[in-house]
């Protein structure tokens, strides 16, 4: 099965004033508010890149590379579980197919967990599709962020976000983030001796071969 990734990306330039803000945003809510209005400034709007084809088992083998996620095979159980279910299509192990209408969709409840782990194995394709030599460095467990990378040149860190949900909600999460990474790359670019890039790679599961992806990269 093949997936489609659309992709959008943006770029936010950290200045000396926002890395300072992102430094105190987790401490103090009204300076979170503060970097909030004079990041507008400097960040760009979305623009799309080409579209990415990538197989389903590509994704399945990244996934179980670095999804801290303890989920089996999250791609069939969003697949069948959800996607299958909403069309009015529930499947029974060992029983024909039972056509119905769903009348209530509103109170399907999807895995959590299969949600997050697809999110982590797009965001680290993602992350080595568009960003050619990258190598893992580290997989942080329960702790911010996701993914830590390298090209040689430059230290990436990526975090990922995933919903069911739209696009425009997926972006809303990316943008409640966009924070707490400003907030990390600052603090790390003092620590590292490469420039330090922060990747939020957010992802909206619209169905099981439709991806629709947004990054933002963090740069000071």
Do not use: W
């Not at 799309?48 to 990244?62: A, C, E, K, R, W």
């Not at 580290?138 to 990526?158: C, E, M, N, Q, W």
Request: glycine fraction near 4%.
């Amino acid at each position: 099965m093949i997936i489609q990734i659309e992709i959008e990306r943006r770029c936010l330039q950290l200045t000396d004033s926002l890395s300072a803000l992102a430094s105190l945003a987790s401490s103090r809510h009204d300076t979170r508010q503060r970097f909030l209005k004079e990041m507008a400034g400097n960040i760009t709007a979305y623009a799309p890149l080409p579209p990415l084809q990538v197989d389903s088992n590509t994704v399945g083998i990244m996934i179980r590379q670095v999804s801290e996620q303890i989920v089996y095979r999250p791609l069939e159980e969003l697949r069948y579980f959800y996607f299958v279910y909403s069309r009015g299509a529930f499947l029974l192990p060992g029983y024909p197919r039972l056509f119905y209408m769903a009348t209530n969709k509103q109170n399907l409840s999807p895995s959590k967990s299969a949600i997050g782990a697809i999110g982590e194995g797009v965001a680290a394709i993602l992350s080595q599709r568009l960003y050619q030599g990258t190598v893992r460095l580290a997989r942080p467990y329960h702790t911010y962020p996701d993914l830590v990378s390298t090209d040689r040149k430059r230290t990436l860190l990526t975090e990922a976000k995933a919903t069911v949900d739209s696009v425009e909600r997926i972006k809303a999460v990316t943008q409640e983030e966009l924070f707490h990474m400003a907030e990390h790359v600052s603090a790390c670019t003092s620590l590292d001796v490469r420039p330090v890039i922060g990747l939020l790679i957010g992802t909206a599961l619209l169905d099981e071969t439709s991806y629709h992806a947004v990054i933002t990269e963090v740069r000071k």
